[in-house]
């Protein structure tokens, strides 16, 4: 009797592994085709992105070049709207292509040198090479510093040239 519940569960067993060990289905989307998240996310989709801030970094001192980050929420209407602003605007995307390290961010980082006067979305902050938090390059706003909207296409420009400039003049 023992000896047929041993075989019993060492089939189970066996059955198991084996289910355990197959391909696992692909995750297909219901409802039509996903559309593949880039690093991106639709700021520039042919701009070069970094995927970590530690990486960001390591490229703004290895290539001389000031970094760019962006906090921003997918989901929120004034990301979404700096985002399209941002996209389009092709003095920007052509500064960020030859000068700049960029990284956007969906999340907080641990550096809270990124968050001089809180976290809010969206932010733009400046980093130069030696890893130098720009908190003097700012925005309109003086309860949010670093919020950029549209209609502030242009000052963001004029602060990435600033980014560029000090660069030059202080490192």
């Known amino acids: 009797m023992i000896r047929g519940l041993l075989s019993v569960l060492l089939v189970l067993v066996a059955v198991a592994v084996s289910s355990s060990l197959a391909k696992p289905e692909k995750n297909i989307a ?62 920007i995307q052509k500064v960020l292509d030859e000068d700049f390290i960029i990284l956007n961010l969906v999340y907080e980082t641990t550096d809270k040198h990124l968050s001089p006067d809180g976290q809010y979305v969206p932010r733009i902050i400046f ?36 980014a560029k400039k000090l660069l030059k003049t202080e490192l």
């Open 30 to 91: 219901k409802r039509g085709k996903r559309i593949p998240q880039t690093l991106s996310r639709g700021w520039g989709d042919q701009l070069i992105w970094a995927q970590t801030y530690e990486e960001a970094l390591y490229w703004a001192r290895a290539q001389n070049k000031p970094l760019m980050v962006i906090f921003h929420l997918e989901d929120c209407p004034h990301s979404a709207s700096m985002k399209k602003a941002f996209a389009e605007d092709k003095d």
């Open 127 to 162: 980093v130069d090479p030696s890893m130098t938090v720009r908190a003097d390059i700012t925005g309109r706003y003086s309860n949010r510093m670093y919020a950029y909207e549209p209609s502030d296409i242009q000052l963001l420009l004029s602060n990435m040239q600033k």
